[in-house]
T-cell receptor, first 114, second 113 residues
Framework: GNSVTQMEGPVTLSEEAFLTINCTYT??????LFWYVQYPGEGLQLLLK?????DKGSNKGFEATYRKETTSFHLEKGSVQVSDSAVYFC?????????????FGQGTTLQVKP | DARVTQTPRHKVTEMGQEVTMRCQPI?????VFWYRQTMMQGLELLAY????????DSGMPKDRFSAEMPDATLATLKIQPSEPRDSAVYFC???????????FGSGTRLTVV
């Protein structure tokens, strides 16, 4: 079946540190891949996406590259800020699905300390 | 910015009571989702609609949950009777078919005591 696995949190970093949040997936064919972010007390927001292998999604200094060979979509940022503290969700939409349904990972909490 | 509006933001109710949560999707969006978020289970898809028609509600406990879209501006999620295990944050999201930049509401935090 289709599934998404993220590294467990919380991830605690100092401001300006380098961030990596690992995400791997299981799916048939080539799904579309996404990162969503949830700030405290809010709903999820789309952060970035990639729809085919080797695509790189980027937004607000965050990047993730669709790696078919390793079935991964790791999130990276070169220098985190306190304002990046949030929960990050990796998600996929199966190629076979024409419904737009998203399958989410369990989320990874990021805490950035000044 | 257009937003998805959910009401109420918080709800505390006693076990056995009926709970209705409402969602106003963004005008023009043709796909609406209901998700439940808990610490233990994470985000669970409960139901979703395309052009107001239910596409999949297999994630919902059928005996107590129901989801409807009486019109394009309103989606409802009802629990009757409510149980303590239903305590969670319920999110509504809307978007356009084929575009995965779904917009989530701020959620309804439900506490059943």
């Amino acid at each position: 079946g289709n599934s998404v696995t993220q590294m467990e949190g919380p991830v605690t970093l100092s401001e300006e540190a380098f961030l990596t949040i690992n995400c791997t997936y299981t799916a048939t064919g080539y799904p579309s891949l996404f990162w969503y972010v949830q700030y405290p007390g809010e709903g999820l927001q789309l952060l970035l996406k990639a729809t085919k292998a080797d695509d790189k999604g980027s937004n607000k200094g965050f990047e993730a590259t669709y790696r078919k060979e390793t079935t991964s979509f790791h999130l990276e940022k070169g220098s985190v800020q306190v304002s990046d503290s949030a929960v990050y969700f990796c998600a996929l939409s199966p190629l076979s699905s024409n419904t737009g349904k998203l399958i989410f990972g369990q989320g990874t909490t990021l805490q950035v300390k000044p | 910015d257009a937003r998805v509006t959910q009401t109420p933001r918080h709800k505390v109710t006693e076990m056995g009571q009926e709970v209705t949560m409402r969602c106003q999707p963004i005008l023009g969006h043709n796909t609406v989702f209901w998700y439940r978020q808990t610490m233990m289970q994470g985000l669970e898809l409960l139901a979703y609609f395309r052009n107001r028609a239910p596409l999949d509600d297999s994630g919902m406990p059928k005996d107590r949950f129901s989801a409807e879209m009486p019109d394009a501006t309103l989606a409802t999620l009802k629990i009757q009777p409510s149980e303590p295990r239903d305590s969670a944050v319920y999110f509504c999201a809307s978007g356009l078919a084929g575009d995965y930049g779904y917009t989530f509401g701020s959620g309804t935090r439900l506490t059943v005591v």
